[in-house]
C-alpha cells in the first residue's frame, strides 16, 4: 500500500503559469481533500470531494479548481498563479465523510510562485 | 462554528525533560471529535490519537499521554522523556459529528516541538 501519493515534490511557477497537483489514494477511500500549509497558519482547507462525482468548497478556494476524477484522484489546479500561492499543499483522504475518520494525508508538494 | 487554538508556537526542550502541548478547542456541538497529528521534519502528517466528546478518559500510549478535560475545553498532549525523534511540529484538530456541524477537521496552527540533545 503507497497509500496517498501527490505529484511533484516540488515545483516552481512564474506568475500566471498554471499547472496542476495530482493526488492518488489506494485504500479505497470515498472522502479527499486539499490542505494548503503556511507558515504560523497551520493547515487550511481548500476544496474537499466527499464522494466520487462530488466537490465543495473549503475555507480558502480562491484561485483553484478541483477535478475528481475518479475514486483514486483527486487534482488541484491553479490556473493562472500568484505569489499568495507560494506554499506547501497537502492533499488528505479517509473512508468517508464523518467526523470519526482520521485523515491520512499525502507527503505534499512544496510550491514556489515568483 | 468551530475553533481549535494552541497557543504555543514553538517550545524548546533539552533530551529527557516532559514536555505538554496545549490545545484548546471551541465548539457547540455535544459530540465531537479530537484529534493530534504528528508533521515530522520530513512533512507527512502522521495520525496519533482520536478521542471522542463523550470519553474523558485519559489515555497513555508509552511516553505520550493525552489529558482530555471538557470542564476547561483542553485536550493536551504530554510527552515524558522526551527525545530528538520528537521533534516536529504537532497538531491538534476537531471535527463535529452533529447535523449541521463541519463533518471535516478543523486544525490548530500547530507547535513546534525542538528536542536538543
Known amino acids: 500500500n503507497a497509500g496517498v501519493t501527490q505529484t511533484p515534490k516540488f515545483q516552481v511557477l512564474k506568475t500566471g503559469q498554471s499547472m496542476t497537483l495530482q493526488c492518488a489514494q489506494d485504500?479505497?477511500?470515498?472522502?479527499m481533500y486539499w490542505y494548503r500549509q503556511d507558515p504560523g497558519m497551520g493547515l487550511r482547507l481548500i476544496y474537499y470531494s466527499a464522494s466520487e462525482g462530488t466537490t465543495d468548497k473549503g475555507e480558502v478556494p480562491n484561485g483553484y479548481n478541483v477535478s475528481r476524477l475518479n475514486k483514486r484522484e483527486f487534482s488541484l489546479r491553479l490556473e493562472s498563479a500568484a505569489p499568495s500561492q507560494t506554499s506547501v499543499y497537502f492533499c488528505?483522504?479517509?473512508?468517508?465523510?464523518?467526523?470519526?475518520?482520521?485523515?491520512?494525508f499525502g507527503p505534499g508538494t512544496r510550491l514556489t510562485v515568483t | 462554528a468551530q475553533k481549535v487554538t494552541q497557543a504555543q508556537t514553538e517550545i524548546s526542550v533539552v533530551e529527557k525533560e516532559d514536555v505538554t502541548l496545549d490545545c484548546v478547542y471551541e465548539t457547540r456541538d455535544t459530540t465531537y471529535y479530537l484529534f493530534w497529528y504528528k508533521q515530522p521534519p520530513s512533512g507527512e502528517l502522521v495520525f496519533l490519537i482520536r478521542?471522542?466528546?463523550?470519553?474523558?478518559q485519559n489515555e497513555i500510549s508509552g511516553r505520550y499521554s493525552w489529558n482530555f478535560q471538557k470542564s476547561t475545553s483542553s485536550f493536551n498532549f504530554t510527552i515524558t522523556a522526551s527525545q530528538v525523534v520528537d521533534s516536529a511540529v504537532y497538531f491538534c484538530a476537531l471535527s463535529e459529528a452533529q447535523s449541521g456541524g463541519s463533518y471535516i477537521p478543523t486544525f490548530g496552527r500547530g507547535t513546534s516541538l525542538i528536542v536538543h540533545p
Open positions: 485504500m479505497n477511500h470515498n472522502s
Open positions: 478521542r471522542n466528546s463523550f470519553d474523558e
Open positions: 488528505a483522504s479517509n473512508p468517508t465523510l464523518q467526523a470519526y475518520y482520521e485523515q491520512y
